[in-house]
């Protein structure tokens, strides 16, 4: 397979709207959640400005790839997961520079943050002083371990989340240790949450006529809330179960002859039964030992051997072929190159290619998700510059050339 992109360019659409046009967004978060999180509203018209660092800027900014085509690193988590949003650079020490801030706020439906509890009231910013002032805003407060509890002023990075939800105990290597995912999945599932949660406030001001109110939104728990059933069980039966234990059997990832791997599920008795088909084995679904789920999980590394012991004589995509005769719910495993080889991905338009606006090559990214056919979402613009919105943003409230000039001079603010 090619591992070049044959994507055609996709033109920016500065002209585009969509259902959340006329909601503005201020996002004071640094590093993934809180990105992710306006990167949903962003995609689909919401306003929203990234309320930086002057002189540094958001953390995410210096999450970088190393790139021989990229001297200081290929800064693809920026590129992707601010577009569509507008950067103001402030010095949040200046007084001056959080007066145009608490400005903006009233221009604003939706407030952003993720600084460690308690800071946001250090700031004489905190959510009874924004309410009082601003009654319809939604404040969603991000943080590790949320605005209360025991751990509420612990770091709370998605890494160790990640190991204190029970995902790492869950997934281990074949020696036993505990493994942390490679990408930031408490932040990405977080964000998605906060992007649910902000939605379901907004509606509660927009259409029920409520007031606005905080989002108490930690990474914890929104990573507790895709993990399962296994609190539960234990709670019901007082015994944890074998974090390694399958769901399902027949199921996991296999290596083919030619080096590839497929990932394969016999999740329902109906496809067990097919499975055992493919792989010439049919009369053993009436064998007691692997006529039900709890029966083929009893017997899993027999069963497993066999799968394996098949796949591994066929080539990839035989492999696919066979399996996919017989209805059988496999596919491929890719790796970045062959993903955005594959004929479905590209049919569907799932990468797109983005001008960056900066002279370098076009960037890569996920188009706009989910779809939504009669009201869909765009890509207006690239990640922003540090600071490059700073001067039409202090205009758009009113300040005059002076105003904007003595504040860069004090240093409040950063324009790019």
Not at 38 to 52: C, H, P, S, Y
Not at 99 to 124: C, D, I
Not at 202 to 212: A, I
Request: proline letters at 6%; glycine letters at 12%; charged letters at 20%.
């Amino acid at each position: 397979m090619s591992t070049e992109p044959s994507l055609p360019l996709q033109p920016l659409q500065p002209a585009a709207t969509g259902p959340l046009q006329g909601v503005r967004v201020l996002d004071l978060s640094r590093l993934v959640a809180g990105n992710m999180l306006t990167l949903q509203l962003a995609d689909f018209g919401a306003d929203v400005i990234k309320v930086e660092a002057a002189g540094s800027g958001d953390t995410l900014r210096e999450w970088r790839e190393t790139h021989a085509d990229f001297q200081q690193g290929f800064d693809g988590w920026w590129r992707t997961y601010a577009r569509n949003k507008r950067s103001l650079a402030l010095d949040l020490r200046n007084a001056e520079a959080v007066g145009w801030l608490r400005r903006l706020m009233g221009t604003a439906q939706v407030l952003v943050e993720s600084f460690r509890p308690g800071t946001l009231e250090a700031m004489g910013l905190g959510p009874d002083v924004l309410l009082a002032e601003h009654p319809r805003l939604v404040i969603v407060r991000l943080s590790g371990w949320g605005q209360s509890g025991p751990y509420r002023e612990l770091p709370g990075f998605g890494s160790l989340i990640e190991g204190f939800s029970g995902f790492a105990h869950k997934h281990r290597s074949g020696d036993g240790v505990p493994q942390l995912p490679n990408l930031a999945m408490a932040d990405m599932i977080t964000g998605l949450t906060g992007a649910f949660a902000t939605m379901t406030a907004l509606r509660e001001v927009e259409v029920r006529g409520g007031r606005g109110q905080v989002v108490d939104l930690s990474l914890l728990e929104p990573m507790l809330a895709i993990m399962g059933p296994d609190v539960s069980a234990y709670a019901a039966t007082g015994v944890e179960g074998d974090p390694g234990r399958k769901i399902a059997s027949p199921r996991g990832s296999y290596r083919c002859k030619d080096g590839l791997w497929v990932s394969m599920s016999g999740s329902t008795d109906a496809m067990a039964r097919r499975v055992f088909e493919a792989i010439g084995r049919g009369p053993l679904f009436d064998d007691p030992r692997f006529a039900t789920n709890a029966a083929r999980l009893s017997n899993d590394k027999e069963l497993d051997g066999m799968v394996a012991d098949f796949i591994a004589g066929l080539p990839q995509a035989q492999c696919l072929a066979v399996f996919r005769s017989h209805g059988v719910t496999v596919g491929p495993i890719y790796a970045p190159s062959q993903l955005m080889a594959d004929s479905h991905v590209a049919q569907r338009g799932v990468y797109v290619r983005v001008d960056s606006g900066d002279g370098s090559a076009p960037t890569v990214m996920h188009q706009v998700t989910p779809r939504l056919q009669g009201t869909p979402g765009s890509i207006r613009s690239t990640a922003p510059r540090r600071g490059q919105h700073t001067e039409e943003l202090l205009r758009e409230l009113g300040a005059t050339p002076a105003q904007c000039a003595s504040l860069k001079q004090q240093g409040g603010v950063e324009c790019s």
